[in-house]
């Protein structure tokens, strides 16, 4: 598609094998459902990642999780209209090629890993913890019984999807702009 956003939702093997992650944030589906339902947005949803570390989102219009090549992924990420995701290497790419990402902060710091240019979501409660335990991403330091932390837990697909669909209109805009020049 011409318009597209991207989405992501998986993570570092290496740092969390066994196919888990705490800052993975796990209600994207709900996420592009609002999107879509009380934003109409039109932009097609393509997925990229891993077979071994994303987790298919139903409401994407192309998955491609599996079916690309690691450079093929970011160049699909770079030419996105805006990219989404939880913390991680596909938001740094996009923001190397100064493009913007709607990013959820869990365990990993808003403070220090977040962009200017992006939408940081903050956890409302915990968060910030990767630097407490070498096994933050596999468990919850304050919670380790959990599959999905309390800091993820808090974020509300609701207010996500109203920002997202807020900065699509910006994003929009400014590529309608960049175009007339």
Same mark, same amino acid.
């Given at each position: 598609?011409?318009?597209?956003?991207?989405?992501?939702?998986?993570?570092?093997?290496? +740092?969390?094998?066994? =196919?888990?992650? /705490?800052? $993975?944030?796990?209600?994207?589906?709900?996420?592009?459902? *609002? %999107?879509?339902?009380?934003?109409?947005?039109?932009?097609?949803?393509?997925?990229?990642?891993?077979?071994?570390?994303?987790?298919?989102?139903?409401?994407?219009? +192309?998955?491609?999780? =599996?079916?690309? /090549?690691? $450079?093929?992924?970011?160049?699909?990420?770079?030419?996105? *209209? %805006?990219?989404?995701?939880?913390?991680?290497?596909?938001?740094?790419?996009?923001?190397?090629?100064?493009?913007?990402?709607?990013?959820?902060?869990?365990?990993?710091?808003?403070?220090?890993?977040?962009?200017?240019?992006?939408?940081?979501?903050?956890?409302?409660?915990?968060?910030?913890?990767?630097?407490?335990?070498?096994?933050?991403?596999?468990?919850?330091?304050?919670?380790?019984?959990?599959?999905?932390?309390?800091?993820?837990?808090?974020?509300?697909?609701?207010?996500?999807?109203?920002?997202?669909?807020?900065?699509?209109?910006?994003?929009?805009?400014?590529?309608?702009?960049?175009?007339?020049?």
């Amino acid at each position: 598609p011409q318009e597209y956003i991207s989405i992501h939702n998986g993570f570092d093997e290496a +740092l969390s094998p066994g =196919g888990v992650s /705490t800052k $993975a944030f796990l209600r994207w589906e709900e996420v592009l459902y *609002l %999107l879509r339902q009380r934003y109409s947005v039109k932009a097609e949803f393509v997925q990229v990642g891993s077979e071994t570390t994303s987790r298919r989102i139903g409401t994407v219009d +192309l998955n491609l999780v =599996g079916k690309t /090549t690691l $450079a093929e992924a970011v160049k699909i990420v770079g030419n996105s *209209l %805006l990219h989404i995701d939880n913390e991680g290497g596909f938001v740094h790419a996009k923001a190397s090629m100064k493009g913007k990402s709607c990013v959820v902060f869990g365990p990993t710091s808003h403070e220090y890993f977040g962009y200017p240019q992006n939408m940081n979501f903050a956890p409302s409660q915990c968060g910030g913890c990767w630097w407490v335990e070498t096994t933050w991403m596999k468990c919850c330091p304050r919670s380790p019984q959990d599959v999905e932390p309390l800091c993820m837990r808090s974020h509300r697909p609701e207010a996500i999807a109203e920002a997202i669909a807020a900065k699509l209109g910006e994003c929009f805009r400014e590529r309608s702009a960049s175009c007339a020049n």
